[in-house]
């Protein structure tokens, strides 16, 4: 669903300039009525989610750092397996690409614990969710100083465009979803959600232009890969 326009329908409380700057940074298509099969971006006064209309009980998707378990991790820990995949230690923190960003979950912990975050998404319906995640992160008064200092969302394919961004960082950080089992007796709803819109086939494949040194980890059953610059 990746190569399908993104659907965007609005409710009466929404915001009209940030939908409007919605739909020409990710080509949107406008929906008048809210549709009654596929998926469709939905927003209201408040935040922007992913809605499965043939579903309803699945439930909206949407990224909110401002409560959940990302909250949760933030205020409790919970970090400590992505914090040492990328070498967080006492007076280190390193600055860091994550590749592959979707809800952008493991870059806000990061972020959270000091590194600085630039977040690469090829999806333009998670990459969507993930700027309306910002943009209410930045407006709060706890969290929105760093969050703005520490988090970037670059709306690209670390595949395709890594190298044609100039970017630098001490960590590239990768983190794909992969296709769900069948024999899985059921599956969370965001997962099903990202699954249709064809954010699971994501596959590694890094492309830099200087020489990098891999090794893998494991976290919660997921497989994280890590690459490093090497310093020669």
Known sequence: MD????????????????ANSLIERFAMQRCEQLPET??????????LALRYCDEAKLGDVKVDFLAGRVAHRR??????AVSKAVGVKKGQRPSVIDGTAGLGRDA????????KVTMLERSPWVAALLDDGLRRAKADADIGSWVTERMRLIYASSIDDLTHQQLQA????????????????????????FSATGRCRLRCRLVVGASFESCTKTSSGKKAQLCRASSR
């Not at 190569?3 to 940030?18: F, H, K, M, N, V």
């Not at 596929?38 to 935040?47: H, I, K, N, R, T």
């Open 108 to 115: 806000f912990v990061l972020a959270n614990l000091g590194c």
């Open 170 to 193: 001490d960590v590239v950080y990768l983190d794909p979803m992969y296709p769900h089992r069948k024999k899985s007796a059921q599956v969370k709803k965001r997962d099903a959600s």
């Open 38 to 47: 596929g998926f469709c971006l939905v927003l209201d006064g408040e935040s």
């Open 75 to 80: 205020q409790y820990g919970g970090a400590e």
């Open 3 to 18: 190569s399908q326009q993104p659907r965007l329908y609005c409710e009466q409380s929404a915001d009209t300039d940030y």
